[in-house]
């Protein structure tokens, strides 16, 4: 029995000294390659946004290109 008692005592001190390092396990991402990862992100933001910028002006001058054409044919039917 008290050899059972002592290996139960060792297994909560066991276990209670590795708790706090299973805890840290979980972030293994350095510093700087959290740095980097944020730098991607930008870079990865910055072009949707240019490609976002990209296909709005393309629609807005087919849609120019439409109005220009609408009138043309007005004014082709006015004369």
Excluded: G
Excluded at 33 to 54: E, G, L, V
Aim: positive net charge; charged residues 35%; glycine residues 0%.
């Amino acid at each position: 029995m008290k050899r059972f008692m002592t290996l139960a005592f060792a297994a909560m001190i066991a276990l209670t000294l590795s708790a706090p390092a299973w805890s840290q396990a979980n972030n293994t991402q350095t510093p700087t390659a959290q740095k980097n990862d944020k730098k991607d992100d930008k870079k990865a933001a910055a072009k949707t946004s240019k490609k976002a910028a990209k296909a709005a002006s393309k629609t807005a001058k087919k849609a120019a290109k439409k109005a220009d054409k609408k009138e043309d044919a007005k004014d082709a039917t006015k004369k």
